[in-house]
């Protein structure tokens, strides 16, 4: 497919384990976007890359979330000791550049946190 | 900052009835703006967007919106619905660097028989 797919599609973790969430953009896409959707609410930005880079982390919620990219291409978010209000619907969008208008979302990755 | 409201978190309609979802943005600068659809278990797919130009935009499956610089909205519309609509609804505003979305809360699109 030529969209932009995500993995595990839902993940139920235990308080206090880490996880990782992965994104996979559309081929040729040097921009990448997280965010995340808590439950009855809208979108909350948490990290870009454009390549490799992630000129500003700002958004994510605590140091407990990191992410990385590779090859200009896959991406992982990274949340250590998961707490249970990090439960949500972590989604991942690409784009052709940053500056590019529309960013194409992937189906998200259900976390559920016990 | 920029911020996006959206009145109503839910709408109700009725098919064949007009689709009307609100969407107010604030924004330092002229706003690039989106509607996105969210259907059950799926992503967010681009409705529509304001660049520039024609303040009048249309979109996919028959929605159009209205780019109001005095009252700051981008106000969703359909003439008719149909039940394939029912749907969470994002409106979005893009910040001037290009690289984030703001969102709105989203509407959740109900569609009676």
């Known amino acids: 497919g030529a969209g932009v797919s995500q993995s595990p599609s839902n993940k139920v973790t235990e308080k206090g384990k880490d996880v990782e969430l992965r994104c996979d953009p559309i081929?040729?896409?040097?921009?990448l976007y997280w965010y995340r959707q808590r439950l009855g609410q809208g979108l909350e930005f948490l990290i870009y890359f454009q390549g490799n880079s992630a000129p500003d982390k700002s958004g994510l919620p605590s140091d407990r979330f990191s992410a990385e990219r590779t090859g200009e291409s896959v991406s992982t978010l990274t949340i250590q000791r998961t707490q249970q209000e990090d439960s949500a619907v972590y989604l991942c969008?690409?784009?052709?550049?940053?500056?590019?208008?529309?960013?194409?979302f992937g189906p998200g990755t259900r976390l559920t946190v016990l | 900052a920029q911020s996006v409201t959206q009145l109503g978190s839910h709408v109700s309609v009725s098919e064949g009835a007009l689709v009307l979802l609100r969407c107010n943005y604030s924004s330092s600068v002229p706003p690039y703006l989106f509607w996105y659809v969210q259907y059950p278990n799926q992503g967010l797919q681009l409705l529509l967007k304001y660049t520039t130009g024609a303040t009048l935009v249309k979109g996919i499956n028959g929605f159009e919106a209205e780019f109001k610089k005095s009252e700051t909205s981008f106000h969703l519309t359909k003439p008719s619905a149909h039940m394939s609509d029912a749907a969470e609804y994002f409106c979005a505003v893009r910040n001037n660097a290009g690289n984030m979305l703001t969102f709105g809360g989203g509407t959740r699109l109900m569609v009676k028989p």
């Open positions: 081929s040729g896409h040097t921009a």
């Open positions: 969008a690409s784009s052709l550049a940053a500056t590019q208008n529309e960013q194409f």
